[in-house]
């Protein structure tokens, strides 16, 4: 019997969607995330679903999460009917480069095969440093991939130690180096700032890091301790104090000020580019509200206004697609105030900005409040447009509740 979903809608077996939902696909930016839950130590700080080799024992491996993602790429390919090839491609996790060269060929192969790729689409995979190396990047560059995210987090040894990270910390600049000797053009090196014991100078020694490392693109965020992990047990014993927000705040301004002196500008709040190629088009995707099919255990997906979630353990994924099932745990259809709210939410993070005639007339009042108190750009408003000032920025959050 079919279960029921959040919106009181039935959850069909075979993931079918809404003719609604499917009206316009094709018009709006299309792309494929994969979810690779697998993990070779966790992060005191994660939150994401992601299992250990200790954790998962011998419920499921790599082999019957790949049978269990081809799969869902059909079952998704069927859905969607007359779906493009696909825009972007972003493999996640997790730790996808324990994939190695073999496993994320594999992956992208399965993604060609289900929807094909466009001439010019980007394909993402995040990688961790310490599980690359000059082949690794040579192989995937090779098999289609042509953005390297890599999580650095840190150029100080005792903040990766808080952070439980296991790489050097050279080791993600050196990686970084390596992505673009294999041709990379475009890499990304994520940070975390604002970790209990991280000083000014370590942060500027993580940002002298990654300037170093010649890349176009930086993520950069706020350490959040997430409840249920290793993190927010020392945090509540007091073993390591809490993230302050006036710190944070402040290693907001030092990354932005010294990115963008450097020619890598902010173009969401928590993203610089060195150009607008340089942006990552799959991120973006989501930000203006395209569409995208999540595959893996726990991903999540939205088609035409229509969001679901995958059942997040992968012996339970693979088990249900080997049946002939959806991997579909839950699924919602956003009214049209959901979809404006969440047009504001994630629209209004861009430097562009989003449309003033997006706002209801409250909301367009609260847009003029905004600018008197400093949060909203002046001149961008009179345009039409309501696009953060660097104060507004960091005060991201409230802007939105404002606007909606």
Not at 68 to 97: K, N, Q, Y
Not at 230 to 236: E, I, N, T
Not at 237 to 261: H, I, K, N, Q
Not at 296 to 314: E, L, M
Request: a negative charge.
């Amino acid at each position: 019997m079919p279960s029921t979903l959040p919106d009181g809608d039935p959850a069909p077996a075979d993931g079918a969607l809404p003719s609604s939902a499917l009206r316009g696909l094709g018009e709006r930016p299309f792309g494929v995330y994969v979810h690779v839950p697998f993990c070779a130590t966790r992060c005191g700080y994660c939150d994401f679903n992601t299992y250990t080799p200790g954790e998962l024992g011998t419920t499921a491996s790599p082999e019957s999460w790949l049978e269990g993602l081809r799969r869902e790429l059909d079952l998704a390919a069927g859905v969607l009917g007359s779906a493009p090839p696909a825009e972007t491609v972003f493999v996640g996790g997790g730790t996808p480069s324990l994939l190695g060269v073999d496993g994320l060929t594999d992956v992208l192969d399965a993604v060609r095969d289900s929807f094909g790729l466009a001439a010019d689409a980007e394909v993402t995979t995040e990688s961790n440093p310490e599980s690359t190396s000059a082949e690794f990047f040579a192989g995937i560059r090779a098999a289609g991939y042509t953005r390297v995210s890599l999580g650095m987090q840190s150029a100080a040894r005792h903040v990766l130690a808080v952070l439980d990270r296991t790489h050097t910390p050279g080791r993600a600049v050196a990686a970084a180096r390596e992505a673009a000797d294999a041709g990379f053009a475009h890499v990304n090196l994520d940070l975390i700032y604002g970790t209990p014991g991280e000083r000014v100078e370590d942060l500027r020694a993580s940002l002298d890091a990654v300037l170093a490392a010649g890349v176009d693109h930086v993520s950069a965020y706020a350490l959040i301790v997430e409840e249920g992990t290793a993190l927010a047990r020392r945090v509540r014993r007091g073993d390591l104090p809490a993230p302050d927000d006036d710190r944070l705040a402040e290693s907001y301004e030092l990354v932005d000020s010294v990115l963008s002196a450097h020619g890598l500008d902010w173009y969401e709040v928590s993203n610089w580019a060195s150009s607008a190629d340089a942006r990552c088009r799959h991120n973006l995707g989501y930000w203006l509200g395209g569409d995208w099919w999540g595959a893996g255990p726990g991903a999540h997906s939205h088609v035409g206004g229509v969001r679901w979630w995958n059942v997040k353990h992968p012996a339970r994924y693979a088990t249900l697609l080997a049946d002939g099932a959806s991997p579909a745990a839950g699924r919602e259809t956003l009214t049209d105030d959901d979809r404006r709210i969440e047009r504001v939410l994630l629209e209004l993070r861009l430097a562009e900005g989003l449309p003033l005639d997006t706002l209801d007339d409250t909301g367009r009042a609260n847009a003029s409040d905004a600018v008197a108190d400093g949060l909203l750009d002046r001149i961008a408003l009179a345009e039409g447009r309501c696009v953060l000032t660097a104060r507004g920025r960091l005060l991201a959050d409230a802007v939105v509740r404002r606007l909606t």
